[in-house]
T-cell receptor, first 107, second 127 residues
Framework: DIQVTQSPSSLSASVGDTVTITCRASPAIGTYLNWYQQKPGEAPKVLIY???KLQSGVPSRFSGSGSGTTFTVTISGLLPDDSATYFC?????????FGQGTKLEIK | QLQLLESGPGLVKPSETLSLTCSVSGGPVTSDTYYWDWLRQSPEKGLEWIGSVSSGGTTYHNPSLQSRVTMSVDTSKNQFSLKLMSVTAADTAIYFC???????????????????WGRGTLIAVSA
C-alpha cells in the first residue's frame, strides 16, 4: 500500500496569513494526489485534484503543487471561512488512502 | 444539480450485515465516466475509502475490507448500494457515498477525484 503522511496535524493562523500543508507519499505517486476541505458536520469538498488543478468554483487563494513523494496545498489571504480540516488523498493505486488530516484554526 | 443521499439503519448488531443505499437525484447513475464510491470516517481510522463501483458493475475494494464488502448499482432505481458483512464495533463510523470522476491527463492517464458527496449517515454497531 501507498503510505500517506500529512503534516502538521493542526495549525493556527490569522486572517490574511498564508499557510502551507504538506502531504508525503511513499513510494512515489506522480501527481495522483487530491486535497479536500471538511467542515464540522459536513462531507469533504474537493479543492485540488491531480496535485495542482483547482476544482471549479474553488477560490484561487487555494493552490497545490508537488509530484512524486511531496505535495503541498497553500492557502493565501486566509479568511475565517477557511477554518476546517484538510485532507490529502492518493489515487495512484488502491486502496486510495487519505492523510490523517490537518485542522486549521483561524485566530 | 446532481445530489447524493445515503440511507441506512442507523444501528446494526455485531455479526450482522450492514446495508446502505445511496440515492442519486438530478442525473443518471449510468455513465461511462463515473464511478460511485463508498467511504467512511471515524475518529479511530480517519477517512477510509471502502470501494468503487461502476454502473456496469465493475468494482474495486479496499483490501482491508474486500472479503466483507459487496457493492452494486441499480439503474432502475438510480441508486447504488453497499453491503458490509459480519460487522463489529470497529465498523462504527459515518458512511459517505460519493461520485468519482476523472480528469484526463497525458496519454491514457486518468486522475480520479471525488467531486460530489452525500451528507453522510452515522452507523453504530452495538448489541
Amino acid at each position: 500500500d501507498i503510505q500517506v503522511t500529512q503534516s502538521p496535524s493542526s495549525l493556527s493562523a490569522s486572517v490574511g496569513d498564508t499557510v502551507t500543508i504538506t502531504c508525503r507519499a511513499s513510494p512515489a505517486i506522480g501527481t495522483y494526489l487530491n486535497w479536500y476541505q471538511q467542515k464540522p458536520g459536513e462531507a469533504p469538498k474537493v479543492l485540488i485534484y491531480a496535485a495542482s488543478k483547482l476544482q471549479s468554483g474553488v477560490p484561487s487563494r487555494f493552490s497545490g503543487s508537488g509530484s512524486g513523494t511531496t505535495f503541498t496545498v497553500t492557502i493565501s489571504g486566509l479568511l475565517p471561512d477557511d477554518s476546517a480540516t484538510y485532507f490529502c488523498q492518493q489515487t495512484y493505486s488502491a486502496p486510495y488512502d487519505f492523510g490523517q488530516g490537518t485542522k486549521l484554526e483561524i485566530k | 444539480q446532481l445530489q447524493l443521499l445515503e440511507s441506512g439503519p442507523g444501528l446494526v448488531k455485531p455479526s450482522e450485515t450492514l446495508s446502505l443505499t445511496c440515492s442519486v437525484s438530478g442525473g443518471p447513475v449510468t455513465s461511462d465516466t463515473y464511478y460511485w464510491d463508498w467511504l467512511r470516517q471515524s475518529p479511530e481510522k480517519g477517512l477510509e475509502w471502502i470501494g468503487s463501483v461502476s454502473s456496469g458493475g465493475t468494482t474495486y475494494h479496499n483490501p482491508s475490507l474486500q472479503s466483507r464488502v459487496t457493492m452494486s448499482v441499480d439503474t432502475s432505481k438510480n441508486q447504488f448500494s453497499l453491503k458490509l458483512m459480519s460487522v463489529t464495533a470497529a465498523d462504527t463510523a459515518i458512511y459517505f457515498c460519493a461520485r468519482d470522476v476523472y480528469h484526463a491527463g497525458e496519454g491514457t492517464s486518468k486522475y480520479w477525484y471525488l467531486d460530489l458527496w452525500g451528507r453522510g449517515t452515522l452507523i453504530a454497531v452495538s448489541a
